[in-house]
């Protein structure tokens, strides 16, 4: 225990605690309401661990009791050990290719006996003190590209390996740590380029790839033309307008299709492909006829999220109450319990629900901000801004997927979903910070 403490509750904020334990509570809550079956007994049925909501509840104690042992921690042993974790958070990684099980078209889990242990889970930890750790060094200058690009490299080289043990979603978490660099001093135009390849990306589902390249030898064509004047006194700008174009195109005629052939799961392109209303010209499904008679490929890749958005939709107002859903109750939703436990909380609990839930993740997401802002050790301040840019997409994509304006990409809703390494890992992340901003004062390197 820190010298500084008098007790474990000294500078902890109660406030973050109390929202965790809320969130907990309300993702038991909905584990029960899909999972309980009539005539159990309630109350001894949660120590069974037969259940799905007793094993999460049993996930929880195990969780909060670790979540202690942070808060008994010394501070400065999470910055000391910050390379070790990241460390240990790789070789975990490595570890999973000879001894991974393959579940439901992932093979990113290690099955010890009866329990899964995921470590692109954990590895999430490894990353945010890893990342702070460098960010806080001593002579740090983060304006520098060389420091730009060992940070990028710390965040992305667990994706890299998670997108080869073919958990494409999962890996997409890591670049919300891009955030926590921006926070730091990594300029806007990086965003700016990132966000217009996912703008192109979409370009290429959307439009007809012959129709598109036209498009951007036209917008290319325009630049010039309207830029002419500045060409013929430096005709070096020709070069980068040129540049560009031949990268836009190249991306959208060899990296989209590579990406989409050889690098995403057929059910990941399935289902993106889906959200924009486009058959997948990758997939070699079966044709059947539509109501015209034209051949169309036999594509229920949107199966999930359809009967999800019914599910939300028959909740209304108020919802139809604990345990009286249909959708999920009858497992019409599939993985009701894990990616898609938004949908049961919305049929449960209606419209004034889910608003619950998410005010209590905006009350959560403000918290840890105001945390991070009122440090004075930069390690403590980054790591408080990766753990809320961790949190934040996690819950925006899963609630986007859930009802239809994002890919499913299967990934758990923070603290509520059904799983013992998401929750563990949600919970180390969250109370490392706890634990972190009770030293707020001191200055950890």
Same mark, same amino acid.
């Given at each position: 225990?820190?010298?500084?403490?008098?007790?474990?509750?000294?500078?902890?904020?109660?406030?973050?605690?109390?929202?965790?334990?809320?969130?907990?509570?309300?993702?038991?809550?909905?584990?029960?309401?899909?999972?309980?079956?009539?005539?159990?007994?309630?109350?001894?049925?949660?120590?069974?661990?037969?259940?799905?909501?007793?094993?999460?509840?049993?996930?929880?104690?195990?969780?909060?009791?670790?979540?202690?042992?942070?808060?008994?921690?010394?501070?400065?042993?999470?910055?000391?050990?910050?390379?070790?974790?990241?460390?240990?958070?790789?070789?975990?990684?490595?570890?999973?290719?000879?001894?991974?099980?393959?579940?439901?078209?992932?093979?990113?889990?290690?099955?010890?006996?009866?329990?899964?242990?995921?470590?692109?889970?954990?590895?999430?930890?490894?990353?945010?003190?890893?990342?702070?750790?460098?960010?806080?060094?001593?002579?740090?200058?983060?304006?520098?590209?060389?420091?730009?690009?060992?940070?990028?490299?710390?965040?992305?080289?667990?994706?890299?390996?998670?997108?080869?043990?073919?958990?494409?979603?999962?890996?997409?978490?890591?670049?919300?740590?891009?955030?926590?660099?921006?926070?730091?001093?990594? /300029?806007? =135009?990086?965003? &700016?380029?990132?966000?217009? $390849? +996912?703008? @192109? *990306? #979409?370009?290429?589902?959307?439009?007809? /790839?012959? =129709?598109?390249? &036209?498009?951007?030898?036209? $917008? +290319?064509? @325009? *630049? #010039?033309?309207?830029?002419?004047?500045?060409?013929?006194?430096?005709?070096?700008?020709?070069?980068? $307008?040129?540049? @560009?174009?031949?990268?836009?195109?190249?991306?959208?005629?060899?990296?989209?299709?590579?990406?989409?052939?050889?690098?995403?799961?057929?059910?990941?392109?399935?289902?993106?492909?889906?959200?924009?209303?486009?058959?997948?010209?990758?997939?070699?499904?079966?044709?059947?006829?539509?109501?015209?008679?034209?051949?169309?490929?036999?594509?229920?890749?949107?199966?999930?999220?359809?009967?999800?958005?019914?599910?939300?939709?028959?909740?209304?107002?108020?919802?139809?109450?604990?345990?009286?859903?249909?959708?999920?109750?009858?497992?019409?939703?599939?993985?009701?319990?894990?990616?898609?436990?938004?949908?049961?909380?919305?049929?449960?609990?209606?419209?004034?629900?889910?608003?619950?839930?998410?005010?209590?993740?905006?009350?959560?997401?403000?918290?840890?901000?105001?945390?991070?802002?009122?440090?004075?050790?930069?390690?403590?301040?980054?790591?408080?801004?990766?753990?809320?840019?961790?949190?934040?997409?996690?819950?925006?994509?899963?609630?986007?997927?859930?009802?239809?304006?994002?890919?499913?990409?299967?990934?758990?809703?923070?603290?509520?979903?059904?799983?013992?390494?998401?929750?563990?890992?949600?919970?180390?992340?969250?109370?490392?910070?706890?634990?972190?901003?009770?030293?707020?004062?001191?200055?950890?390197?």
């Amino acid at each position: 225990m820190s010298k500084s403490k008098g007790s474990i509750s000294k500078g902890v904020d109660v406030i973050t605690i109390w929202l965790y334990i809320l969130l907990v509570g309300i993702g038991l809550t909905a584990i029960f309401a899909v999972t309980y079956k009539e005539g159990d007994p309630i109350i001894s049925s949660f120590f069974t661990f037969k259940t799905d909501y007793s094993k999460q509840f049993v996930f929880f104690i195990v969780s909060f009791i670790i979540g202690i042992f942070i808060l008994v921690t010394d501070s400065k042993f999470f910055p000391a050990t910050a390379n070790l974790w990241y460390a240990v958070g790789i070789f975990l990684l490595l570890l999973v290719f000879p001894f991974h099980s393959n579940v439901k078209g992932t093979e990113s889990i290690i099955r010890l006996g009866g329990i899964q242990f995921q470590p692109a889970e954990f590895c999430k930890v490894c990353v945010c003190l890893a990342l702070a750790k460098y960010i806080s060094l001593p002579d740090m200058d983060f304006s520098k590209k060389r420091s730009q690009l060992i940070a990028a490299a710390i965040a992305l080289t667990p994706a890299l390996i998670t997108i080869a043990q073919k958990e494409t979603g999962l890996a997409l978490v890591y670049f919300s740590f891009f955030l926590v660099m921006y926070r730091e001093g990594l /300029p806007p =135009t990086i965003l &700016i380029i990132a966000f217009s $390849i +996912a703008a @192109l *990306v #979409i370009a290429s589902i959307v439009i007809e /790839p012959n =129709t598109l390249a &036209i498009s951007l030898t036209v $917008i +290319a064509g @325009l *630049v #010039i033309l309207l830029n002419r004047r500045q060409i013929r006194k430096h005709k070096g700008l020709l070069v980068p $307008i040129i540049a @560009l174009w031949f990268v836009c195109v190249g991306i959208q005629r060899f990296a989209v299709p590579f990406l989409f052939a050889n690098v995403l799961q057929k059910h990941q392109v399935e289902r993106i492909y889906s959200l924009f209303g486009k058959d997948n010209p990758y997939s070699e499904g079966p044709m059947i006829a539509n109501a015209a008679g034209a051949p169309k490929k036999d594509n229920t890749a949107d199966y999930n999220v359809r009967q999800s958005k019914i599910a939300i939709g028959s909740g209304g107002l108020l919802g139809k109450g604990l345990l009286q859903g249909t959708q999920t109750r009858y497992d019409f939703v599939p993985e009701q319990r894990t990616d898609f436990i938004f949908c049961t909380i919305g049929e449960g609990f209606g419209f004034v629900g889910t608003t619950v839930l998410l005010l209590v993740y905006l009350l959560l997401l403000f918290r840890i901000i105001i945390l991070a802002e009122r440090q004075r050790s930069v390690f403590s301040r980054c790591y408080a801004y990766g753990v809320a840019a961790v949190l934040f997409f996690h819950i925006a994509i899963n609630v986007a997927m859930t009802v239809g304006l994002a890919p499913v990409i299967g990934i758990p809703l923070p603290f509520v979903s059904y799983g013992g390494t998401a929750l563990l890992t949600f919970t180390i992340l969250l109370f490392i910070l706890i634990r972190l901003d009770a030293d707020r004062q001191m200055v950890l390197r």
